[in-house]
């Protein structure tokens, strides 16, 4: 027998030998490094006492009396410091609602408004500042500040606080601003070299924000100088939280941060490495939350993560089957444990164990959700942003209880009587059925407005004879009787 076909077949065996070890070498550690889950439970866990509820206000003062809201403020995107987006309302403050007002628009509400006192304000993703009568709607002022926005304003010693990721049309730079309350007046306004969509964190007169090219702010409420600044590895988009003297926030590099918030310096840095099979990291557009020790957010890798605010330890991650943009909402609410609220875009919104990562129970959304979620008393809200609606679940059960047909990103904000929902282009004020007098007032309102077209009606058929002059009239006088109820 000729060598060559021996030395051919032996050099096939080896060939296949070696795929055979690569295959295997390759699969031990995609098992290694795979982005599933992780649970790490000696990490530190710190319970915390119960957070003070807000008074049940869902029944509105009577006449000559002083509304206790009237100095109500949610004052940042995530309601406190640290965004954990859970207000401790009334049980009162539940379903069925009716809708008081409605704010319609063309332009995209990314992100929903802060309230002050009275008013709400709402930054536009045109750029446009508006400050709405919480009870009636009306548009106080508004002001055009700039191109393109996507963040909430924040509020405090009644100034409010804008950052724009583009300040003209052919301008890929942003600014911030500062504005008073009262009548928009703009006091003071920084360039940025880069844009910026990161909501900004109020604390004293302290200004916290950061950009797309990765630089963090901090700076004075006074006159909007600077402050100090630091510089991450990679574009930071979401907002900043704050916990014990400390920042913290994730970076397109995939990076968590926590910074001292007296002098911008690093307590620590870590990465997450849970995107292409473990060997690279995904990017962090989630704000975190920080509670129970913990810092949670969201990664486009498909994670949830749970660091431990000393140092950055990995206490768990969590994985979803899609992106996670969206911000976690973070409670113990009455009767329950401590729960981490979070939503994918696999379509399916999440209540996990904020110590372990377990999931304590789903649902199924049928939509991709983007947004942060929000806890109004003992339900959580979302909104899908393919279907464009919003649901309410029991915090505890993970039973819906609430639908509406209107929702995109983040759903709502409240001041423990009102629930004011962020549709895709329109704001809308619903407070529940169950206060008193206000199932009668809201059978009147309809009874009025029903009342109020059929005249509009019978004035129009009266006056005109052609169908579209009628319709016409009929539609100028809704819009006038709509206009003096207002």
């Known amino acids: ?116 006192g009275k008013s709400l304000y709402l930054l536009k993703n045109n750029g446009a500042l508006y400050a709405i009568a919480k009870d009636t709607g009306r548009v106080r002022w508004k002001r055009r500040l700039g191109f393109l926005a ?140 920080v509670a129970f020790g913990r810092v949670y957010l969201g990664n486009t890798d498909g994670n949830v993560y749970s660091y431990a605010t000393d140092n950055g330890a990995l206490a768990w991650r969590r994985h979803t089957n899609g992106y996670v943009y969206a911000s976690p909402a973070v409670a113990q609410v009455p009767g329950g444990a401590p729960t981490v609220y979070i939503g994918s875009y696999s379509g399916t919104f999440y209540a996990l164990d904020a110590r372990s990562g377990r999931v304590r129970w789903s649902f199924d959304a049928h939509g991709k959700i983007s947004g942060a979620a929000t806890v109004a008393g003992d339900i959580v809200y979302f909104s899908t942003i393919d279907r464009k609606t919003t649901t309410g679940l029991g915090a505890r059960t993970g039973r819906r209880v609430f639908a509406y047909p209107r929702g995109a990103y983040n759903p709502v904000v409240s001041d423990g009587r009102t629930i004011f929902l962020n549709g895709y282009s329109s704001l809308y004020a619903l407070r529940p059925l169950s206060a008193k007098g206000e199932v009668k007032a809201a059978r009147r309102r309809t009874n009025s407005r029903r009342a109020s077209r059929a005249a509009c009606l019978r004035k129009a058929e009266r006056y005109h004879t052609h169908k579209r002059t009628i319709r016409r009239s009929y539609y100028r006088c809704v819009r006038r009787h709509h206009a003096q109820r207002r």
């Open 1 to 116: 027998m000729s060598p060559q076909p021996a030395r051919r077949r032996r050099r096939i065996l080896i060939g296949l030998g070696v795929v055979v070890i690569l295959v295997v070498a390759a699969g031990a550690v995609f098992a290694l490094t795979r982005p599933g889950d992780v649970s790490n439970p000696d990490v530190e866990f710190r319970a915390e006492p119960t957070e003070t509820a807000v008074p049940d206000a869902t029944q509105p003062p009577k006449r000559g009396e002083k509304d206790p809201l009237d100095s109500f403020v949610w004052p940042v995107y995530g309601y406190a410091l640290d965004r954990r987006r859970y207000l401790p309302a009334s049980q009162n403050l539940r379903p069925p609602y009716y809708r008081v007002w409605s704010l319609t628009g063309r332009v995209l509400l990314e992100f929903g408004p802060v309230l002050g």
């Open 150 to 289: 996507a963040a909430s304003p924040a509020y405090g010693d009644d100034k409010v606080y804008v950052t724009l990721l583009q300040r003209g049309p052919r301008t890929r730079a942003g600014r911030a601003i500062a504005l008073r309350a009262s009548d928009g007046k703009i006091l003071w306004n920084r360039l940025l070299p880069s844009r910026s969509e990161s909501s900004p964190l109020l604390d004293g007169d302290n200004l916290y924000f950061g950009s797309e090219n990765g630089t963090v702010y901090s700076l004075r409420t006074s006159d909007g100088s600077v402050r100090w600044k630091f510089k991450a590895h990679g574009a930071v988009k979401s907002a900043l939280a704050l916990s014990a003297g400390k920042l913290y926030f994730g970076d397109y590099s995939g990076r968590v941060y926590a910074l001292w918030q007296d002098s911008g310096k690093p307590a620590w840095v870590k990465t997450s490495n849970g995107a292409r099979f473990g060997l690279s990291s995904g990017q962090f557009y989630s704000t975190p939350a």
